[in-house]
């Protein structure tokens, strides 16, 4: 069974750093492209960054020169680190394959402010 979970999220004033992590598991990992998306509250779940099993890196506008994807094939897990970050960027955090499937983890919980 696919399943993911995130963790590393916290409460930090703007301008501070964290760094999320995933594990994933119920799958071949490094065969998969990865991705972190995040849903703020009242809005819908959006895209944040992703990286391809070859590492090839895109991200969001609002992600980029702040946000870092990176992957470990060996331990099938995910990360992101987060600098700079700013209230917008309130939202829970979520890991996932590309394409995304239906199996999602819990999230895990990024607060900016002061």
């Known amino acids: 069974q696919v399943q993911f979970v995130e963790s590393g999220g916290g409460l930090v004033q703007p301008g501070g750093s964290l760094r999320l992590s995933c594990a994933a598991s119920?799958?071949?990992?490094?065969?998969?492209?990865m991705a972190w998306l995040r849903q703020a509250p009242g809005k819908q779940r959006e895209w944040v960054a992703s990286?391809?099993?070859?590492?090839?890196?895109i991200y969001t506008d609002s992600a980029k020169g702040r946000f870092i994807i990176s992957r470990d094939n060996a331990k099938n897990a995910l990360y992101l680190q987060m600098n700079s970050l700013k209230p917008e960027d309130t939202a829970v955090y979520y890991c996932?394959?590309?394409?995304?499937?239906?199996?999602w983890g819990q999230g895990t919980q990024v607060t900016v402010s002061s």
């Open positions: 119920g799958f071949t990992f490094g065969t998969y492209s």
């Open positions: 996932n394959r590309l394409p995304v499937g239906p199996n």
């Open positions: 990286i391809t099993r070859d590492g090839i890196i």
